[in-house]
């Protein structure tokens, strides 16, 4: 069984600068997928960010990047240029490619952007 | 509308009420997924369907009953609900469940369910 634990469960920001959320994996598995996702108080959970196990290369999506550390089994994701939307909830999660497409979640880290 | 649609978006209950969520997706896909997430606790999945057959079912109690009469359509049937199912009920779909690349999930805005 896979575990994702997110130990931040709170953090803030200064508008315009940096932030990385930490979540680290437990698992035995060689082809999988990690995933941040992000849940505004709306509620609507949107997908931010991808990363394939077999890639070296850290993903990056806009102002949205990664550090992912296989060995260490962790999979950081860094905000720059902090934005005031960019406050929500933060769920780190793990698929496991060999067992179908099911996710799992960290605990998440509420995150505040103040300006 | 595009993407995934829950409703009602939220719902109060009594413990002897009978209520059904439902949720619609848009894209296209044929996975449909039902997770609870609850205070203080990290999502959990409930219930996964693909191409409206079930195939995934998390040791949810019975008083919990999925539905999925298309691949664009997933309903979750509610009966004598206790107190702590209160929670934020998420419905999710993906183009398959398959594992691969491109199955990322996407989720709709949810439906918060107060049992009282």
């Known amino acids: 069984a896979q575990t994702v634990t997110q130990s931040q469960p709170e953090m803030s920001v200064q508008e315009a600068e940096t932030v990385t959320l930490s979540c680290t994996y437990d698992?035995?598995?060689?082809?999988?997928?990690l995933f941040w996702y992000k849940q505004p108080p709306s509620r609507q959970m949107i997908l931010v960010i991808r990363q394939e196990a077999y890639k070296q290369q850290n993903a990056t999506e806009n102002r949205f990047s990664v550090n992912f550390q296989k060995a260490a089994k962790s999979f950081s994701l860094k905000i720059s240029d902090s934005q005031l939307g960019d406050t929500a909830m933060y769920f780190c999660a793990f698929r496991n490619n060999n067992a179908g497409n099911m996710l799992t979640f960290g605990g998440g880290t509420r995150l505040m952007v103040k300006p | 509308e595009t993407g995934v649609t829950q409703t009602p978006r939220h719902l109060v209950m009594g413990m002897t009420n009978k209520k059904s969520l439902k949720c619609e997706q848009h894209?296209?896909?044929?996975?449909m997924y039902w997770y609870k997430q609850s205070a203080k606790k990290p999502l959990e999945l409930m219930f996964v369907y693909n191409f409206k057959e079930q195939t995934e079912n998390n040791s949810v109690p019975s008083r919990f009953s999925p539905e999925c009469p298309n691949s664009s359509h997933l309903f979750l049937h509610l009966h004598t609900l206790q107190p702590e199912d209160s929670a934020l009920y998420l419905c999710a779909s993906s183009q398959a469940t398959s594992g691969r690349a491109w199955e990322t999930q996407y989720f709709g805005p949810g439906t918060r369910l107060l049992v009282l």
């Open positions: 894209l296209g896909h044929n996975a």
């Open positions: 698992t035995s598995e060689s082809n999988y997928y």
